[in-house]
């Protein structure tokens, strides 16, 4: 299996332009899950998904930012418009109905200028 | 979901030596998850302990549970300078939710 596999790997953007991150979860997997990573909060949860339905978004930080699971196979994370404090690792993570681990994708750098 | 508290924030030990980081939770669990963060990657599962077991081994990890005193610890014997990453603990409560929430985690760094 590939694991999870998140694109771009990096991201460079200009303040106020649209930034869209994109994720495939293991095949099979059925619940989803985008952190954000900064040296100041740390790992963050910001929804998870669970059979491409939203069930948490209390993480989401504002209305700029939103995330839609289309299939199984394929979720995004949009910002807009992006702001320099929106600079940070974006991980997606997915795990199975019957194990509770969960599986982390390489991350999307982005830095927002 | 709730979140785990590591203890300590960071650790420097040279090779060869025992690596030991604690983890602190407040309501009951089902299982507890260890994760490494090597640096610029994505965190990667490391061990699972559920609520009724006391010990469980890995390799050269070792995790122990006390429930009563809702702490677990993570043992890395004869450390090496790869096993330099960040240690996470993710208590997990069930309840039909697989949410995890992380805590700032241990910074470990073995010195070759």
């Known amino acids: 299996d590939a694991g999870v596999i998140q694109s771009p790997r990096h991201e460079v953007t200009e303040m106020g332009q649209e930034v869209t991150l994109r994720c495939k979860p293991i095949s099979g997997h059925n619940s989803l899950f985008w952190y954000r990573q900064t040296m100041m909060r740390g790992l963050e949860l910001l929804i998870y998904?669970?059979?491409?339905?939203?069930?948490?978004d209390s993480g989401m930080p504002e209305d700029r930012f939103s995330a839609k699971m289309p299939n199984a196979s394929f979720s995004t994370l949009k910002i807009q418009p992006s702001e320099p404090r929106d600079s940070a690792v974006y991980f997606c993570?997915?795990?199975?109905?019957?194990?509770?681990?969960?599986?982390f994708g390489p991350g999307t750098r982005l830095l927002v200028l | 979901s709730q979140q785990g508290e590591e203890d300590p924030q960071a650790l420097s030990i040279q090779e060869g030596e025992n690596a030991t980081m604690n983890c602190s939770y407040k309501t009951s669990i089902n299982n507890l998850q260890w994760y490494r963060q090597n640096s610029g990657r994505g965190l990667v599962h490391l061990i699972l302990?559920?609520?009724?077991?006391r010990e469980k081994h890995s390799g050269r990890l070792r995790v122990t549970l006390d429930t009563s005193k809702k702490s677990s610890s993570l043992l890395i014997t004869a450390s090496r300078a790869a096993d330099t990453a960040s240690y996470f603990c993710?208590?997990?409560?069930?309840?039909?939710?697989?949410?995890?929430?992380f805590g700032k985690g241990t910074k470990l760094s073995v010195i070759p």
């Open positions: 998904f669970n059979n491409n339905v939203p069930i948490d």
């Open positions: 302990i559920r609520s009724n077991e």
């Open positions: 993570a997915s795990s199975s109905a019957s194990k509770e681990t969960q599986y």
């Open positions: 993710a208590p997990y409560s069930g309840a039909g939710s697989y949410q995890l929430t």
